[in-house]
């Protein structure tokens, strides 16, 4: 990697992510412009990170859903450069991750766009198996060139151009707050894949699609047809513990697996809820 910093400006999404700051930041420290997009942290995330980076630029905007607070930023935050890197907090980057990084940006060929698949861990353990990996999301992007729109808890892309998929990506810590944040956290994504499920099943499912070798529309195919299967819990537990492989991730991966099993179950009694209640109004 060269001594200079790297031209990408890096959008960081925080909420009460004090405890992320140093490993986060420090972890861009290549990026040449860093950007936080705050949604009213009461603790010190923003003193914290000024600590950390001084030249961090920091803007608030209330979070509505990932794909409103991504295209906010895009909108608002003053752009240095036309690369833009969307972080979370809890994703730290790796030296090999900022290498690929440099490289791909000095020489993107006709590219808008980069798909990036994080390692999870979980009580100190890289999850290979029962998260999917590589599990990719549009993070890298040219701006003016994507846009991004709610799907469910998280988001999809929306773009005419190319996009590529990067090697190497980073450490993601979703559990680096405890584990009944993440359980809360994911209480309210229940509630937005409820909704998204009932969406899904209005769509068709093509068979093409999956067996694409895109991984993105392959999983986005199979979310589709999960939609409509009975016993998802179940059969998402399976998918992911055996099919997967996720028992070599050994007492990690069963109490993963265990954790995803029940916010299924979460998710389906909330669309079952849903259902009740429109059928009673």
Known sequence: MSHQRIPVTAIVLTHNEEANMRPCLSGLAQIDDVVLVDSGSRDATLDAARAIRPDVRIFDNPFEDFAQQRNWALDNAILKHDWVLFVDADEYSTPEFMDELERFVADPGDSVGAFIAGKNYFLGTWLKWSTLYPSHQLRLLKRGEVRFEKSGHGQSEVT?????????????????KGISQWIARHNR????????FKRLRGQSIVLRDLLNGDPVKRRRALKRLGARLPLRPVWLFLYLYVVRLGFLDGYPGWLYCCLVFSNMVATDAKVREFASRAGGE
């Open 160 to 176: 005419d151009g190319s996009l590529a998929y990067m090697r190497e990506g980073w450490r993601h810590e979703a559990f680096s």
């Open 189 to 196: 994504y229940t509630s937005e894949e409820a909704a998204e």
